[in-house]
């Protein structure tokens, strides 16, 4: 890749005006920490001290039960970061100023998925410590095995997500479609097939993430491994919005 084709700190810093001007792009970002830590601490308030494990067998994993309803404002923010450029022709505007489609591109990539990164682990942390907060004498601590692991994974997997959404909406040029597919995908089918452990279920990008989340391994993944699966599902999907980006027109 040439070096001309590298991000510059403006084109970065126009991208970030664009999803800060962008009033539901902008919003589904905050609400990846409204919806994970929210629904964790409503949650953990409620059913929390009913007895052992009440929000799941995985107390690691339960730790973390909000993250299933902040992984679809992950996916949103994604999509929709990617789709503006593909209404009422703003993506010639854009590459107006910025000729070079790699260049903007990665700049796109690296704007969303930092954004996302930085908001993720201010939610994992906060979804975690706020969680425990209620769950009286079932809680675990920072002390105890795979929290701080789980901490941390489970911001790279949200931000992963937002990227594997915004990799495939640059493929498909819709970020309603990328929702459709996705968000049934990961609430239905994922959650059917993933009862079954082991297979080719383990693999699916969302539950091979989600092992970063557990303190056991569930089929042959770990918990770097498969988070490592996600981000491949995630480089493939900005591969292939790469490629769609530099080939057709504006």
Do not use: C
Request: overall charge neutral; hydrophobic content about 55%; glycine content about 12%.
């Amino acid at each position: 890749m040439s070096t001309t084709a590298l991000p510059t700190r403006p084109v970065l810093h126009a991208e970030w005006i664009k999803i800060r001007s962008l009033r539901g792009t902008f919003w589904s970002l905050i609400a990846v920490f409204v919806a994970t830590a929210g629904i964790q601490v409503l949650t953990a308030a409620a059913i929390g001290t009913a007895e052992e494990g009440s929000m799941g067998e995985d107390p690691l994993l339960a730790a973390f039960y909000g993250l299933n309803f902040g992984q679809i404002a992950a996916i949103a923010f994604g999509a929709s970061a990617f789709s503006n450029e593909f209404h009422n022709n703003a993506l010639r505007v854009t590459l107006t100023s910025v000729p070079d489609r790699t260049r903007f591109y990665l700049s796109k990539v690296l704007t969303v998925g930092g954004l996302a990164l930085l908001v993720g682990q201010v939610t994992g942390v906060v979804t975690f410590l706020a969680g425990q907060a209620f769950m009286g004498q079932y809680a675990i601590g920072l002390g105890d095995e795979g929290a701080v692991r789980a901490m941390v994974g489970s911001g790279v997997y949200l931000a992963l997500m937002a990227l594997f959404a915004a990799g495939l909406t640059a493929i498909l040029r819709s970020g309603t479609a990328v929702l459709s597919m996705l968000i049934p995908f990961i609430l239905i089918v994922s959650f059917v097939v993933g009862e079954v452990v082991g297979g080719i279920s383990q693999y699916l990008p969302d539950r091979a993430g989600q092992m970063i989340m557990r303190i056991e391994p569930h089929g042959e993944l770990g918990p770097w491994t498969g988070l490592g699966v996600t981000a491949l599902w995630a480089l493939a999907a900005l591969a292939g919005g790469l490629l769609a980006v530099r080939r057709r027109d504006a």
